[in-house]
């Protein structure tokens, strides 16, 4: 499937800010299934300097400084990707749980090497709660990785309430386990603590959901919004994407933007600001198949 995505975000600041610098991660990711075609990214007030560059994880970064004072700022990214569905994995199939957490102790190969990274705990994965006594339910002895992982997908999909408004970008994967509650980065942080807490890699993807579905089938939770779900180091099929808030794995209606540790690394914007005060934010986000763009009602 061909995307044309259109991400806008405004800010509006009750006092003027008179300087700020701002990291954003708006541009699709081009490798594996997903191709990227175009991209471009509109700021407005123009910034006194900006630069792209790729980040550690191999995303595409735009870093840019505002030095003129302005209480709004508009930010619109437009892009153009191309999304392959990906090839049946039968997660029965994959690898034991326990031999990959062997295996992985005495890796050598590039592709492992990676996967170790994702290991670890994050800054926004730390956890005291007993996650592990949760993930365990899903993963008993020699049950094959994405097996597991797919169960402990569909039981965080049903543990957990979808609601907005209850955390924010920076509440602990431990208050989200206590709340059983959040929105799709909560869920995909806790489904990553708990596949770590087991000594498993397990990674945080950050993206977008197709904003209208197909004839026939349900809207997915998250759309017209930036989404996010978690990967799951799966030999021998490698990374495998699901995504517990809609409890399906990703397939070719999910565009991945980035990928890192935990959102704090692929946040779509972050920044620091003087002045400003009490501000406001307007998100939009539109995934429209590219074959639709020019038809009626578009």
């Not at 295996?103 to 492992?112: F, G, N, Q, V």
């Not at 087991?198 to 904003?211: D, E, K, N």
């Amino acid at each position: 499937m061909e995307y044309l995505v259109r991400h806008r975000t405004t800010y509006h600041y009750a006092q003027p800010v008179t300087h700020a610098t701002h990291l954003a991660h708006l541009a699709p990711r081009a490798d594996g299934r997903q191709k990227l075609l175009s991209h471009r990214l509109a700021i407005d007030p123009a910034p006194s300097a900006r630069q792209q560059r790729s980040d550690y994880f191999g995303n595409r970064s735009e870093w840019f400084a505002l030095e003129a004072a302005h209480t709004t700022l508009d930010i619109l990214a437009e892009s153009r990707v191309r999304v392959e569905r990906p090839p049946p994995r039968d997660p029965a199939q994959s690898l034991a749980w326990e031999e990959l957490r062997a295996r992985l102790r005495r890796a050598r190969d590039p592709e492992s090497l990676d996967a170790i990274q994702y290991m670890f705990d994050s800054p926004l994965t730390l956890f005291t709660a007993d996650l592990a006594a949760y993930a365990e339910a899903s993963f008993p002895a020699g049950r094959p990785v994405l097996a597991g992982a797919c169960e402990l997908m569909a039981r965080i999909h049903g543990d957990f309430r979808y609601q907005s408004g209850v955390t924010d970008a920076t509440t602990p994967v431990d208050r989200v386990f206590e709340l059983r509650a959040g929105v799709c980065q909560d869920l995909a942080h806790v489904a990553i603590a708990s596949l770590r807490s087991l000594g498993l890699p397990a990674r945080y993807v950050s993206g977008y959901l197709l904003t209208e579905p197909p004839p026939g089938q349900q809207r997915l939770l998250g759309a017209d919004a930036s989404h996010a779900w978690f990967g799951i180091f799966a030999p021998p099929y490698g990374w495998v994407d699901l995504d517990p808030t809609n409890n399906v794995v990703v397939g070719d209606g999910h565009v991945v933007l980035g990928h890192g540790r935990d959102y704090g690394d692929v946040a779509p914007l972050a920044g620091i600001i003087l002045g400003g005060r009490d501000h406001r934010i307007e998100v939009g986000v539109d995934v429209i198949p590219a074959a639709d763009v020019g038809q009626p009602g578009n």
